[in-house]
Structures are given as C-alpha cells and as structure tokens.
C-alpha cells in the first residue's frame, strides 16, 4: 500500500505536469521580454525551458573581452540563462576595484562609475548581444564571519600574516543584509526584513537597478535575494518566523511590479519548506493567481508538501536501500529487532522532526512565498555538501546519502510549485570534489574549513582546534561528480522544472593579471604548458574552470531541458 502510494505519488507529480498546456501563454506571452505562466516561461510566444549557471563575480572582472568571452563560451555550451549578483555594497569606498552601492553610517550613495554600474551595464549590453538572460540577484542573506573577539586566540603575530581572500572573492562578500543592518546601528540579522528605514535603503537601491534596465530583454528577473532566511551571519531575534521572510516578499515584490511590468519578479530562497506553517497566501481554488488553462486541459491537481508524505517517503526509500543492499549481502543493519522484525530506529525519528529543510525552523515558507500574487517563479538550490535535505541512510556510502536525498528534494519542490501553479527554477546546484575540497568554503564562512594547511585555517576561523574533520570518501571523486550532475539534471527534467542552473561557472580563460579579486592558480599538474601560469575565476569549491567533462554534461542537460519543452 505504502509502495503504491509512493509511485502514484511520483507519477501523479509527471503525468500533471507533462499534461500541462506547453504552449498555454498568457496574454504578455508574446512579449519579447521574458514572461512566466502555469505552463512556464515564455519569450515572443515560445515556451523557454533552460539551463543555465551561475557567476556572481562576472562584473567584478576587470577586462571587458574576458566578460565578452566568458559569456560567447557559456552561450556555445546552450546556456541561455545566468545568475549574478546586481548588488555590490561596501562600508567604505575601497582603493580598487568594483563597487555599487556605499552603505555607511545610515546612509546610501550608488556609485554609477566606470568601477560602478557601468560594469553591470557592460554585461546586460553584453548579454543582450549574445541572447543571453540573466536573473538579477539584489541581495545576499549571507556575509562575512568575523569573529570580534578572536584577536588573541591564535596569537596575533600568525593572524597579522593571514588574510582572507580579498573582497568580491566569495560569494558573501558584496555586501548585503548584514551589512545594512551593521550600518543602520542595528544587531539582529532579521531587521534587515522589518526596519522602515533599511526598507527605505534597500527600495532606493533597487529602485535605481530597476529602472536602470527597465526595457532590456534581457533581464530574466529581479530575484529579490539569494537565499533569504531569519539566521544570517549576524544572530537572529525571537521574533522571526515564515510569516516575517514571506511578508518581506510580498511588499518587495509588489514595489518592484509597481515601477516595472516588463520583467518577472522571483524569490530566490533555496526552497526551505514549512509543511506546517499558517500560511499568509493559503492555496484556495478560487484564488489561483494563475491563468485558467487553455481549454479541455484539466486544471492541475497536485497537491502541495505534508509532512506525513516526507516521512513516507523517507520510510519507503530506506526500505528500499535496506532491500538493495540485503541483495547485494552488504546490509547495514539500523535498527531494533521486534518480534524478529527489524524496525527501523531512523523512521521513528524522522516522524517527530523532519528537519530544517522542511519544518520551518530556517524560518523560509517556499510554498508561501511562491502564492505571493507578484512573485513569478519560484527557486530552490541544491548543494547537499552544506544542507542535509534527509537523514543518512546506513545503507548507502555518503555520497550515495548526498545524491539520493538531492534526487528526492528535487522532486518534492517540483511537486510544491506544481500545487501553487507557477514555475520552478533549480537556481543552484553543486557537489563539491575530493580535489576542490582544499578551496571549499562554505556560504556561510570566510576560509576553507577543510584545507590542508591547519595554521592558515586556525588563524581565518579565529580559534585554534577549528580544523573540520574530514574524510575525503565523503566527498564526491570526479566521476561520482559527474554522474550526479547528470541525475540532477534529468531529474529536473523529468519533474517538470521550467531551469536547472550550475552553481558555479569557471574559466581559466581570464586574462587579468593583477585583478581585485583572487584569481585561483590552478595546479600546474593541470596546466597545459608545464610552467605557464595559468590563472582561473574565483573558486569557492564549486568552480568548473578546466572541466570539460561537466560542461559537456551541461550541454547534454541543455538539449534536452530545449527538446522537452
Ligand atoms: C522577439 O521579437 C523581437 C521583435 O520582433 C525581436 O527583436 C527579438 O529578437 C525576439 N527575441 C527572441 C528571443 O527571439
Ligand atoms: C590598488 O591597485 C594598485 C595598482 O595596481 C596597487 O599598487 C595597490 O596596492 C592596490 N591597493 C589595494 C588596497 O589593493
Ligand atoms: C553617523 O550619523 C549620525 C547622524 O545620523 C552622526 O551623529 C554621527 O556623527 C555619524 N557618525 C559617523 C562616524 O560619521
Ligand atoms: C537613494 O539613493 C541616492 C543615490 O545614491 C541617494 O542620493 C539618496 O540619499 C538615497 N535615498 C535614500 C532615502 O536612501
Ligand atoms: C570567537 O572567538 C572566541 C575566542 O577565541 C571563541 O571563544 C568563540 O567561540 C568564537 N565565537 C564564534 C562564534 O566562533
Ligand atoms: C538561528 O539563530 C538563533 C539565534 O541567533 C539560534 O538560536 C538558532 O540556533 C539559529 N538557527 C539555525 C537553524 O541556525
Ligand atoms: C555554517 O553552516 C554550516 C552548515 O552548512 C554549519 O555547520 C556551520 O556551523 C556554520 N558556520 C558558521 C560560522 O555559522
Ligand atoms: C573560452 O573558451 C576557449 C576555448 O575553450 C578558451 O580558450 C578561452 O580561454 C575561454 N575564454 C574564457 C574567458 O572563458
């Protein structure tokens, strides 16, 4: 019985959306701007289902051509779409290099200089050229760790030869919420979504941005911010819940609509869900902000996330790894024997928590955000190096636990998007490799935790003993890396997602030589010419510079998101 819910469930969720209208456009669909509906995203009456990659440092670079390349060779790969950062914001104006927004003291002031958004201008006109879009990030959850009290611990004649990598390097560092809230004399990471003044800060920037590229095709979405949650990198107050993120949505978005109808607003969180939560913008039949569909096309039926259905099936699936590896003499027993019956113990704990990618506690109500009237896609990421999307199973290895539970997370956010009735965009995938392991630094932080040189690590993490243990079999090898990309990719294929986007791009194709951001130096066993220096893009673990492997299998993933659609 159990068996059999498990597959209806799964086939109801392709049969829905395979039976969705492909070309059931709404009235702007025949807009050379991007737009979105029930059935997808659509340019001038064609549906547009992509994949795309992600280069949140693309107008940090300091030579235009390498820009100009960078995109002509993401383009060759059928890429149609990227995701950047539209934000840069510092403290203080800084000696080199990009920068777009000062924040200082309660107080804002845009640079549109040629080391301001003149760069970003340079990739829109750029990426116009090319028939490229890209989702215009306008802030970041994340920024950099500093840990204030740390000083003497280690001593601080190692922390004076340290540094971090500079600005603009990492991912959370341009800037964004934290900083706002640094800067607005406030302490808690979550009244970047409630202080009226911030508000009013963040509006004007955005303001500027959008009217800024108001009649660019393309631009694909102003994405509100890249993974907003009530834990940021500042602590966060007793007070924020789902309600707090998804109320936040609801007024940017509808600011955003009432000075741009032209492009889609979308949300940008990596898709934490809360099965449980009161919602703001409760799914009600009569009141599916979805066009009707086209005529003699059943409206969809899919019904959104429970909690009784993930801990189903969570069951189902260890049943079926149990089965498996019973078959293969290799079983890992989990449990207790009650009545000479294996029962598992895991089962038992899922069902009273199900953890934070699914019980609310990130304080990120996806679904909720997805029913906001403007909002016009939905995101959700998929990097199971950072986040745990279900318990370990004991039967699998735990890169075999990374990419099963990736599998499954990429279903159930088909499933919760499908039951809204608007698209779903996979924003953000990565595996990190045994061989990217000594660059990995997680969102959240400003050093690689697992990297091989202990001192360096002590000294960036502010107190000694802080190097992560790791083993390396718990992280993906190249072809454990390329088989996942290939099954994310069909995966969100197959459950219907409208784009599934590579977190992160990489080129060693970048000709700067002394650049404001860190250039990683490959290793020379790579290089083609022994001694040539061969510098590549920002690597934050996830890069795919001198990967050719992976960027064909994005190429593969691209045909067929385009013939599938
Ligand atoms: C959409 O149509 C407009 C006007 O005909 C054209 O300029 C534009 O290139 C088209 N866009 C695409 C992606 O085909
Ligand atoms: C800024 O760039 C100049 C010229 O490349 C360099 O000499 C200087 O050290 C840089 N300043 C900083 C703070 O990186
Ligand atoms: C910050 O702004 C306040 C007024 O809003 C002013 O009194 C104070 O002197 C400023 N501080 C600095 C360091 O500029
Ligand atoms: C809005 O931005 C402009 C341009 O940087 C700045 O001059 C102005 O002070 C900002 N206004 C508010 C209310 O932040
Ligand atoms: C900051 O550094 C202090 C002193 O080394 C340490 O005790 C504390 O745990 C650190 N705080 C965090 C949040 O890492
Ligand atoms: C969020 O922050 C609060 C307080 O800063 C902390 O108690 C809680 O453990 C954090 N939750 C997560 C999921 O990090
Ligand atoms: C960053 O997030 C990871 C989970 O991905 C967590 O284990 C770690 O404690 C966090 N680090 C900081 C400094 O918040
Ligand atoms: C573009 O691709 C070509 C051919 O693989 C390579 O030689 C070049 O370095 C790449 N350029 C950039 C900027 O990625």
Redesign the pocket.
Known sequence: MRLFLFFWLVTSIYSCLAAAPPRAIAKRGSSSFVSSSSAGFSVNGSSLRFVGTNLYWLPTLDSNDDIWNMLKNISDTGIKVIRIWAFNDVDTIPENGTWFQLVQNGTTTINDGPNGLQKLDTVIQMAEQQGLYVIMSLTNNWYPFVNSTATSTPSPDVLATVTSPPRNTLSNDYGGMDLYVNQFGLQNHDAFYTNNEILTAFQNYTKQIVSRYLNSPAVFSWELANDAR??GTL??S?TCTTQTITQWHAQMAAFIASIDSNHIVSAGTSGFQCTDCPKLYPITPTASPTPSPAPGKKRNKVTPLTKEQVIRQRAESRRQNRAAAKRAGTLKEDGVRIRGRWVSTATREVSSSIG?TTDG??GVDSQDILNIPNIGFGSFQVFPDQNSYAPDDPNLSPVQNKIQSSLTWIQQSAQSAAAVGKPVVLNGFGLVTQSNLNDFVPFNMTYAPYASDTAVVTARSGFAGSKRQSSSSDYADDSDQESGYSSFLQMGNSAGLAGVMQYQWGSTGVTQTSSTIQLDELDTTNSPASGATLVASPNDGYSIANNPAIQQILQQGAQAMAQNS
């Open positions: 009530c834990n602590p966060t007793p934070p506690s990130t």
